[in-house]
């Protein structure tokens, strides 16, 4: 973990830990959590009517822990990880959890990495070995290196080419600057080229330590059992050896952003329609107050029934898609509204958009909007829990960003407290100020419409 950072205060609610204690189980839960002496801790939930297990590895370094000479490092980490082993090559990889029926994968965000696989619950010991292995001891070859160089510029090259991807990345441009929560978690065509194997190698075993890494799974297994083949898995590795407590999670303070003063971004492509992004810095993940953010999300934009849908597409037809959002990290987070339309329809859509903000932050939400919004998100808590790659994310996120992760009945009871007043207080305070406008599409700046 980077110098200066301190560890975040535990979600509200949430039981303090004592010291020296490496086996937790919270009270009612079928969650299960140890600590091997490594510092890497192993969270399970067995959920024994489901016939698949899910296995991920979380790392706590995302494109937020870059210099600007190493931005991409991470995700071109994540590539190479697969490229193979000493003690299996990437076909080998693929090829044993396939042949079961499985599958493998892996993703790279601003503060953390995952990998992961899904398999028949009889086939998560393997799954277990593989996984461990690829994180652990990977060759990194230089040739592999250089066929991912070619593949992760391909992939750039591709976003560059998706104007409503490539608007995300320019908002949070706009709002982040050159602070690396501003920078493409990719990198830049210019970093990737110049990144040397060395380098990435050096970042490897800089960051991939047990006490930052957090096992999670999920699904129709045995909690005691798990451990012991995670423990086998990684002995004789660089992350099996020596004793250490784990890493603290990624707390608010050092290294927190200043968001730069809202404006204006335009990328000038010829499509066929605009990509807007409006929108705004909001609150950390830590925040008591996220709970409240996402019942205002679903509200605005977050579904069929939004005010931003029925507005933009239902009533005006004015867009095929239009949606809101929110992202949050260690110490800020972002609110936006996306929209793609006409061109010609830009500034009819920017100022519907901008007048639905400043509605709810001058007039706040309905009680019936809030039992909506309550509704929907209590629901994806439900409806995730039938997916073991949802349970096991859930572990592996809590466990790395929050401190531990909270029970399903501990979300409900969460997300029931969310009152209107709370709701209301956090628009007024959000959304009151002036936004900023991210744009790609045959646009100039001067054809934007002020606000």
């Known amino acids: 973990m980077p110098a200066g950072r301190v560890r975040a205060a535990a979600p509200a609610g949430a039981p303090a830990r004592k010291p020296g204690n490496r086996t937790a189980r919270p009270p009612g839960s079928t969650i299960r959590r140890t600590v091997l002496p490594s510092g890497l801790r192993v969270l ?9 297990a899910t296995f991920g590895i979380w790392v706590q370094v995302g494109s937020r822990d870059e210099t600007p000479r190493l931005s991409g490092a991470s995700h071109f ?4 990880l697969f490229k193979g082993t000493r003690r299996r090559s990437a076909l080998d990889i693929s090829a044993a959890i396939e042949a079961v029926g499985g599958e493998t994968n ?8 995952c990998y992961y696989a899904r398999v028949l619950d009889q086939h998560l010991p393997l799954a277990i070995d593989v996984m461990c292995d690829l994180v652990t001891d990977s060759v990194l070859a230089a040739p592999d290196v250089e066929t991912e160089r070619r593949v992760i510029l391909e992939e750039i090259a591709m976003q560059d080419d998706e104007p409503g991807e490539l608007v995300h990345d320019l908002f949070a441009q706009l709002v982040y600057g050159g602070h690396p929560l ?5 990198g830049t065509t210019e970093s990737i080229a110049a990144m040397s194997r060395r380098q990435i190698q050096g970042f490897y075993r800089r960051r991939y330590t047990a006490p930052s890494m957090v096992v999670a799974a999920a699904g129709n297994l045995d909690h005691t059992g798990t451990v012991r083949l995670v423990r086998s898995a990684m002995t004789g590795t660089p992350l ?3 004793t250490a407590d784990p890493a603290p999670v990624r707390g608010p303070d050092g290294g927190t952003p200043r968001v730069r003063a809202p404006g ?11 990509h807007l992004l409006v929108g705004c810095p909001a609150i950390g993940r830590t925040d008591p107050r996220r709970f409240a953010l996402d019942v205002l999300n679903n509200v605005l934009g977050g579904g069929m029934s939004s005010r931003l849908f029925q507005q933009v597409r239902e009533e005006r037809g004015l867009a095929y898609s239009t949606y809101s959002y929110t992202a949050r990290f260690a110490g800020t987070g972002l609110f936006a509204v996306y929209v793609g339309c006409a061109p010609g329809k830009v500034e009819e859509v920017l100022d519907l958009v901008r007048a639905e903000l400043d509605r709810a932050a001058r007039h706040g939400i309905t009680e019936p909007e809030l039992a909506r919004g309550k509704g929907m998100l209590a629901g994806s808590v439900v409806l995730g829990l039938e997916d073991t790659g949802s349970r096991m994310g859930r572990l592996g996120k809590g466990e790395l960003l929050y401190d531990r992760p ?4 501990e979300l409900l009871a969460r997300i029931d407290r969310v009152s209107l007043a709370e709701v209301n207080e956090l628009a ?5 100020s002036p936004m900023s406008l991210a744009a790609v599409g045959p646009l100039h700046p001067n054809d934007l419409p002020a606000g």
Do not use: C, I
């Open 106 to 113: 892996a993703f790279t965000a601003k503060e953390y990495t």
């Open 406 to 409: 909270l029970t399903d009945d």
């Open 428 to 432: 007024a305070e959000l959304l009151a």
């Open 264 to 274: 204006a971004l335009v990328d000038q492509k010829d499509t066929e329609q605009a």
């Open 182 to 186: 501003g920078r493409r978690v990719a």
């Open 44 to 52: 399970t939930e067995a959920v024994p009517a489901m016939r698949s």
């Open 77 to 80: 980490l994540e590539h190479l």
């Open 240 to 242: 099996g050896d020596g």
